[in-house]
């Protein structure tokens, strides 16, 4: 047996020099130098003898490296690049591992891998730190030659190259807001192309600067809407289009949503909004960026980077061809910003990262008085929702592993697994196996942690088999302090997979959910769901939505011994882990979830079935157990099959249909006084969480 010992990480966009790599051997391996039998500087081709079980091969890379350099320890690459190039070369024989030494590497395009640049033939790659090293990929470059600039309003000042217009600043490590102020709703009235201004105190609004730049945005129940400002007349505020289109219908929108006044609603991104302490304002046009520092920041000392990349990495082979076996170990992932809100399309939420875009046929004359709270048009279009695009994107991809890594500071969703192919760079989407998230740290986060699976019909029925995302494991992580941008977005999110686990992970810091199992409210599910047969919602009388007679591809999902707290901060929908659609074989069992506040601990949302949710601890929560059956519009039994069994809680309430109608089971749950856990309760909240690493 071949033992795999290191790991892997990505490709820059300078081109490989022609050099012929030499191999390092590992310290604690014999050294071993493939035997040669033909050696070629063309193309930069190394062509070597096989043999069995050959020594893995070792290239190093550094920022103080060269690529003239022979990629060994003593004269290392300096761009990964040129390190993709050589591993190249030999990973059809050896595997390889790529030693990435300690700082910062500034990339200046994405890193993109593809079939050629896994393992071959059963064979690993790994990207992995130096022993310790903690290296660094970053899409941003850092910002220095701050000046007080008003000095009544405490606001600096610093160059930046222009026509750079981020949506994230990342400040001392952490994501600075940009220039914002909160308006009434009551101030205003939303029609089809815009916004009126009814209180003639925000009339003040159509003398501001640069008026296209301006977004506006609306959090309610379970969205985070954003669409762009066209221009602003007097008491008209004219939107983009489609973005303000798109943003009208459906639910919880703009103009309609479900918390009604109590809603937020958002100017920002204007100079004169720089009222706060850690906003910022970018003027791409003139090349500057403002500040406005905390108290006890100082600008002359305080690291400030401005991401200027999209995404940072791609790992995508294709439904013929995946990419197999790639490894990354120790690195970490930063500064990127997603643009496609800060243009005409905006960012009309659906849920947790998927969003209405474009123009579509059907769309209603009235939107606000007759799809504020969904219509046939509107659901016509819930099977071409796209999804955020990720920093890290994995598709068409098996024995991917991510270990010990680090995903900070990035302008959206971190990692995605297998998600639509409008969120890939790629193109392909879905299409991944035996992908392993384990014992990484995702924090500081623009949008959530981790994104599985699709949302559109190759996603639930794969029109080929390669479609399918199946055997994703996400275990032993950290996230924390995560969707701060896009606040509707779980930090954890597995919409269609089978065998999908997760394991031991330690989720806080969310505005909305903690953990989410599930897509579609049951609508793709076998038989349908008769909630969506009603006459306002009309699923299945619009083109492409069909009623299946087949399951989805969710099933088996296993969501266990994970400590899941101070999550739902800004949305009282959703629950601290969630739960959509029929799942045959899943299992929520042995977490510990705490300090929700008045939120939701566990929510089997519509058409959850064959669920068991057995042995959690939860405490300090508003519900502890809710169940959507929608029996109290009609008997609809949406959501049936399910057991409780076996849980404690020293709060909150049970709601929903635990009836035999619906054949939900509540056996055995026990309500005890707050914090007088008994033992066996006490044991599931000492092992939850990180399990301790082996050394």
Known sequence: MRHNRFLVVASLTIAAAPVAAQVQPSPDIPTYVPPVASKEHTAGAIHISRRPDPVPVVVSVSPQGSDEGDGSAAHPFATFARAQAAVRRFNADHDVTVRVADGVYRL????????????QGGYTVRWEAAPGAHPILSGGTPVTGWTLADARRGIWVADIPRGIDPRQLWVGGHMAPRAAVRAPRSA????????????????????????????????????????MVERIEGDRIVMQQPGWRNNLVGYDTFARSVRGDNAGLFFVNSLSFLRESGQYYADPTAGK???????????????????????LLSIAGSYDETIKDLQFRGLSFRHTSWLLPSGPEGYASQQSGSFLAGDWAGYPGDPIRDCSWGCWPFEAMRNRWRQQPAAVQVAAATRIVFD??????????????????????????LGTSAIDVRRSRFTDLAGGAIMVGGVRPDAHHPSRPEMSVRDILISNNLVRTVSQHYREQAAILV????????????????????????????????????????????YYNQPGNLMYDTPTTLRDSVVVGNRVHDVKQWFPDGGAIYHLSADPGALIAENYIYDV????????????RYVTLRNNVIGNVGVWLNMNSQLDIA??????????????????????????YVNNRDIDNLAVAPGAWPDAAKDVIARAGIEPEKP
Request: aromatic share 10%.
């Open 404 to 429: 010990h890594d680090e995903f900070t500071q990035l302008g959206q969703i971190a990692l995605g697994i297998g998600n639509n192919p409008d969120a890939n760079d790629s193109g392909i989407g």
């Open 597 to 608: 506040k008045d939120g939701i601990a566990m929510y089997l949302d519509e058409g959850s």
């Open 188 to 227: 205003f009235r939303f029609d089809k192309t815009g916004i009126e201004i009814t209180d003639p105190k925000w009339r003040s609004l159509a003398k501001l600067p640069d008026q296209s730049r301006i977004e506006v945005e609306a959090t309610g129940w379970f969205t985070d809407r954003h669409a």
């Open 495 to 538: 919409t269609y997979a089978s065998g999908a686990v997760v394991w031991h992970n330690d989720v806080s810091g969310a505005p909305y959910d903690g953990i989410d199992i599930g897509w579609g409210w049951g609508a793709n599910d076998p038989g349908g769901s008769a909630a969506y047969l009603t006459a306002n919602r009309g």
């Open 289 to 311: 960026l403002y500040y406005k520092p905390a108290a006890g920041e100082d600008m002359r000392r305080l690291e400030v980077v401005l991401p200027r990349l999209e995404l």
């Open 108 to 119: 200046t395009a994405p890193l993109r891998f593809t079939a050629a640049d896994g393992g």
């Open 635 to 660: 008997p609809r039994r949406t959501a049936m099959d399910n057991t409780a069994i076996g849980n404690w809680h020293d709060s909150g309430r049970r709601t929903g249909a635990w009836t035999p």
